[in-house]
């Protein structure tokens, strides 16, 4: 039989053990809570701020004074469209076999070019993601071969144009290349061979990774100052969102 001192410290170490069980258990279920959050609302909702530190110098070729680092601010960034100056930047993280990122991109983004880019407001750049298994994984090379070339726009505009709007689309390696074909990117053979890229390969993953530690759990996502919005919001809530960021950067 066990000794009252060795009951007391079976119990006690039973106690932590418990503690440290039930605290793993509701970091689970909130983990679970936020997945299935961004599921059952289709990604259409308002979250806080990714958890990285703003920028504490400004300049061109980085983010300003007060930005996110993972502004990039760079000239000639093929992943970016508008003045490299504009007051805001809205970032924007989006999968090529995501349905939502479809919609935004054929409803809502021409009104954003046209109202706010082309204005001198704004400034896009795109953050690609892979949430849906290896297809999305190369359709991100896929459009980064396709920004080697100038077409990185016209190639995610060509593949979201085709996409269901309420499933992920089938990306397979010969549906890429008719994509690149239909975005006029003008030497499909380098194209072709971009695709088995390891160095574009390793920069989509790690856009991928940056993006898991940002805690971005949904696509489309976006960060335009210090607010994010997530979903394929309809335009009049892109007005406020953006209107706001903008007042706020003078």
């Known amino acids: 039989m066990k000794s009252s001192k060795q009951s007391a410290r079976f119990l006690t170490a039973r106690r932590r053990l418990n503690r440290r069980l039930a605290v793993a258990a509701v970091a689970v279920v909130a983990f679970l809570g936020v997945v299935l959050a961004g599921h059952l609302t289709n990604g259409r909702r308002q979250v806080a701020a990714p958890t990285a530190s703003p920028s504490a110098s400004a300049g061109a070729g980085g983010a300003r004074a007060g930005e996110f680092t993972f502004v990039r601010r ?29 919609v935004f991109n054929r409803e809502t983004l021409p009104m954003l070019l046209k109202e706010y880019v082309d204005t001198g407001k704004l400034r896009i750049e795109v953050h690609d993601v892979a949430y849906f298994g290896e297809q999305s994984e190369q359709a991100a090379v896929a459009a980064r ?15 979201y144009k085709d996409a269901p709007e309420h499933k992920h689309p089938d990306l397979p390696r010969a549906k890429l290349i008719a994509y690149a074909q239909k975005a006029g990117v003008p030497d499909i053979a380098k194209f072709t061979t971009d695709l088995d ?54």
């Not at 000639?76 to 995501?98: E, K, N, S, Y």
């Not at 071969?145 to 593949?159: C, D, L, M, N, P």
């Open 74 to 102: 760079a000239q000639a960034d093929p992943m970016a469209v508008g003045a490299v100056d504009a007051p805001v930047v809205l970032v924007q993280w989006t999968d090529m076999r995501c349905p939502y990122c479809a």
């Open 145 to 159: 071969a396709a920004a080697e070339q100038g077409k990185f726009f016209e190639f995610i505009r060509a593949v």
């Open 197 to 250: 890229d390891p160095g574009l390969r390793a920069a989509a993953d790690a856009s991928n990774s940056e993006a898991a530690q940002l805690g971005v759990t949904s696509v489309p996502f976006f960060v335009a100052g210090d607010r994010t919005l997530s979903g394929a919001q309809p335009s009049s809530v892109f007005r406020s969102y953006l209107d706001d960021a903008i007042a706020k950067a003078g």
